[in-house]
T-cell receptor, first 114, second 115 residues
Framework: AQKITQTQPGMFVQEKEAVTLDCTYD???????LFWYKQPSSGEMIFLIY??????QNATEGRYSLNFQKARKSANLVISASQLGDSAMYFC???????????FGTGTSLTVIP | DVKVTQSSRYLVKRTGEKVFLECVQD?????MFWYRQDPGLGLRLIYF???????EKGDIPEGYSVSREKKERFSLILESASTNQTSMYLC??????????????FGDGTRLSIL
């Protein structure tokens, strides 16, 4: 079974609008962390936001927020007030407990339309 | 800031060549990782290392080997390059023992073409 599932291969959003990128995860470990990364066309992976399994509140970092629904095992990324520079691939990832390995989804390609 | 440096952004090699991809990090991280990224498949783990001279196979180790002789350096080796190894290769590192909230820090990637 896939540990991380991103069901939206591509998304479009109008500039200045908000957009939600979906991520669901699968784990039986009560301790885990969820991460979102941005990958522009230049290729580098940029860490955006983190949510821990024990965190009571949704994580926020500037225009990024994470809609964490633990019972549904979802960790959707919300980008508010989209900008042209937000056009990129976005990856959701998970790390379980003390395991070294990270699990990545297949990514969502976001295009911001002027 | 953590700096993860990959030796080449672009690399072109021929089938059958032995290819070395080098990765160096400057933050004394214990864990280092090699991924390959292909369209529609996301990032797939090839190998990782949690200490000098220690290595673990990831999901797709076939056709690859790794070397970690020093803590800061993690090398990926394609023993005999084949065209199906044309891909984007990403190196990453994380510290060990500070909890699972530490993100991976990535290099800029190497776009490898095997002709």
């Amino acid at each position: 079974a896939q540990k991380i599932t991103q069901t939206q291969p591509g998304m479009f959003v109008q500039e200045k609008e908000a957009v939600t990128l979906d991520c669901t995860y699968d784990t039986s470990d009560p301790s885990y962390g969820l991460f979102w990364y941005k990958q522009p066309s230049s290729g580098e992976m940029i860490f955006l936001i983190y949510q821990g399994s024990y965190d009571q509140q949704n994580a926020t970092e500037g225009r990024y927020s994470l809609n964490f629904q633990k019972a549904r095992k979802s960790a959707n990324l919300v980008i508010s007030a989209s900008q042209l520079g937000d056009s990129a691939m976005y990856f959701c990832a998970m790390r379980e407990g003390q395991v070294h390995q990270f699990y990545f989804g297949t990514g969502t390609s976001l295009t911001v339309i002027p | 800031d953590v700096k993860v440096t990959q030796s080449s952004r672009y690399l072109v090699k021929r089938t059958g060549e032995k290819v070395f991809l080098e990765c160096v990090q400057d933050m004394d991280h214990e864990n280092m990782f090699w991924y390959r990224q292909d369209p529609g498949l996301g990032l797939r783990l090839i190998y990782f290392s949690y200490d000098v001279k220690m290595k673990e196979k990831g999901d797709i180790p076939e056709g690859y080997s790794v070397s970690r002789e020093k803590k800061e350096r993690f090398s990926l080796i394609l023993e005999s390059a084949s065209t199906n190894q044309t891909s984007m290769y990403l190196c990453a590192s994380t510290p060990y023992g500070r909890g699972f909230n530490q993100p991976q820090h990535f290099g800029d990637g190497t776009r490898l073409s095997i002709l």
